[in-house]
Structures are given as C-alpha cells and as structure tokens.
C-alpha cells in the first residue's frame, strides 16, 4: 500500500482517482496507508490487491518506456487517439476498466 501511494504520489493523482482506483472508500483508504507507514500487518481482499497489482505493473511499464516522472503523468493523463483507448486518458481507462472487470467477476 505505501508503493501505490507513492506511486499515486508521483503521478499527482487526486484522492478521488486514488479512490477510483482501488475502489474503496476514504476511510479505508487512509486506514490502510497510516497502517502500511506505520509497517503494521495488513489484511487486503483479493480485488484490492489485483488492482493495486495493476497501477504497480503500469507503473513499471510506464518507468521503462519513459524518462522520468512528468512524462509518465503526461502519458498517463493526456487523451490518447489510438483505437484502444478510445479517445481516453489511459488512468481514465484504467480505473472504468477495473471497476467492470472486478463487478462482473463479482469480486
């Protein structure tokens, strides 16, 4: 939980995106990061650990293929005309994705 954060960090995004993306609520969200700051056991449902799965594998793409911080916010925010994403911001994408793949697993 602390590498998300510190991920989301980086990346400036906002606590609602932060929430989006692991879709929780702020309450918990904040519970587990002082939990994780403060090196104490946690205890994660397997959808919150697939998403964090998820931002963390972007997270290592995006590091190989760009140069730093900035370009990674600025591929991650920006619009992206290829077919794939739609005309979409790929955190955009990313968080709608994540939340329909895990409702319709029912997880």
């Given at each position: 939980m602390r590498v998300f954060d510190?991920?989301?960090?980086?990346?400036?995004?906002?606590?609602?995106m932060k929430l989006q993306?692991?879709?929780?609520?702020?309450h918990e969200f904040r519970d587990w990061a002082r939990d994780a700051r403060w090196h104490?056991?946690?205890?994660?449902?397997v959808a919150l650990l697939l998403r964090v799965s998820a931002v963390l594998g972007v997270f290592g793409?995006?590091?190989?293929?760009t140069n730093?911080?900035?370009e990674e916010r600025c591929w991650f925010a920006r619009q992206l005309a290829a077919?794939?994403?739609?005309g979409k911001?790929?955190?955009?994408?990313?968080?709608?994705?994540?939340k329909a793949k895990w409702m319709f697993a029912g997880i």
């Open positions: 510190n991920v989301a960090r980086r990346w400036g995004l906002s606590e609602r993306l692991l879709g929780c609520v702020e104490r056991p946690l205890i994660l449902e793409d995006l590091r190989q293929l730093g911080a900035a077919p794939s994403f739609e911001a790929p955190i955009s994408l990313l968080a709608t994705h994540l």
